[in-house]
């Protein structure tokens, strides 16, 4: 058994205004487990992304988050889930008017293949996406992968 206080655990950069990865101060070995605080406008994700062999779960604590789904947008509000198996592209967005707070899980912690997909203005369309780290080696970019052009800038 393994217990932490989620604030303890150090901030990660990512897309989201505070990310906290827990899956190692758990000691977890087969799921993944990510703590999530989203300002109005952010996301969780880099972009509209499927997991190769991973499932997710997203739990809405506070807030809703929209995600868009190959089937439409879907609004998630505080106390409700909403599972994505392997293959199903998603990306949920804090719509709301107040700071959204989620939990993601995912198994298993090896998902597999990542496609990222972001509006790429030089190509004037959804592209795929590497993630990688700016040239002072701490924020994060994401880059189209046909034109190398940076689709977004991440602190």
């Given at each position: ?7 303890d ?5 990512d ?8 899956t190692r101060a ?7 487990v ?11 994700a ?12 997203f ?5 809703e988050?929209t995600f868009?789904?190959?089937d ?5 509000e505080?106390?409700?889930?909403i599972?994505f198996g ?13 700071r959204?707070?989620l ?10 293949d990542?496609?990222?997909l ?5 190509c ?7 993630v ?24």
């Amino acid at each position: 058994m393994e217990k932490v206080r989620i604030e303890d655990v150090d901030r990660r950069v990512d897309a989201s205004t505070v990310q906290r990865p827990l899956t190692r101060a758990l000691g977890a070995e087969h799921l993944s487990v990510n703590y999530y605080e989203l300002d109005p406008g952010n996301s969780p994700a880099y972009g509209y992304h499927k997991h190769e062999k991973q499932e997710e779960v997203f739990v809405v604590q506070q807030g809703e988050v929209t995600f868009e789904t190959e089937d439409g947008d879907i609004v998630v509000e505080a106390g409700e889930a909403i599972r994505f198996g392997p293959g199903e592209y998603q990306q949920g967005v804090n719509t709301g008017e107040e700071r959204a707070i989620l939990l993601a899980l995912g198994a298993p912690q090896d998902g597999g293949d990542v496609e990222i997909l972001r509006e790429c203005e030089t190509c004037g369309e959804r592209t795929p996406t590497t993630v990688e780290l700016a040239e002072d080696g701490v924020r994060k970019v994401t880059r189209c992968l046909e034109c190398e052009s940076i689709t977004g800038r991440f602190e």
